[in-house]
C-alpha cells in the first residue's frame, strides 16, 4: 500500500533551518506529485510546496516563497523541504502528501502522511 512517511521536525531558533524528509513507498509508476502542508493551530491547513517526481516541477507558496526548497531523491523514493530563515509564525505540524492525476496545485490528494512538528522560538 502507498505510505507516506515525515520526519525532520524540532525545535529550532528563529532564523534557523531544518530539512524535512518524505519517505514514500508503494507507488507502481513515478507520474506523481508530492505536496507538502502545514497545519498551525488554531488555522487552516496550508499548501507550502510541491514536487513533481517525474520532471522536477515545483511550486511554492508566497508565505514560504524564497526560504525553502523543495527536493526530490528518486533513488531513495524521498521528497525533502529544507527551511531556512524560519520564524515562529512558521510553527506548524507538517505533512506531505501525494496525488496521482493533478498537478502541483491540485485541490485533491490521494494519500497523507500522519504529519512531523516543526516549532520555532523567537
Known amino acids: 500500500e502507498v505510505q507516506l512517511v515525515e520526519s525532520g521536525g524540532g525545535l529550532v531558533q528563529a532564523g534557523g533551518s531544518l530539512r524535512l524528509s518524505c519517505a514514500t513507498s508503494?507507488?507502481?509508476?513515478?507520474?506523481?506529485?508530492i505536496g507538502w502542508f502545514r497545519r498551525a493551530a488554531g488555522k487552516e491547513r496550508e499548501e507550502v510546496s510541491c514536487i513533481n517526481r517525474r520532471d522536477g516541477n515545483t511550486y511554492y507558496a508566497d508565505s514560504m516563497k524564497g526560504r525553502v526548497t523543495v527536493s526530490s531523491d528518486n533513488a531513495k523514493n524521498t521528497v525533502y523541504l529544507q527551511m531556512n530563515s524560519l520564524k515562529p509564525e512558521d510553527t506548524a505540524v507538517y505533512y506531505c502528501a501525494a496525488n496521482l492525476l493533478g498537478p502541483c496545485g491540485s485541490r485533491i490528494w490521494d494519500y497523507w502522511g500522519q504529519g512531523t512538528q516543526v516549532t520555532v522560538s523567537s
Open positions: 508503494g507507488f507502481t509508476f513515478d507520474d506523481y506529485r
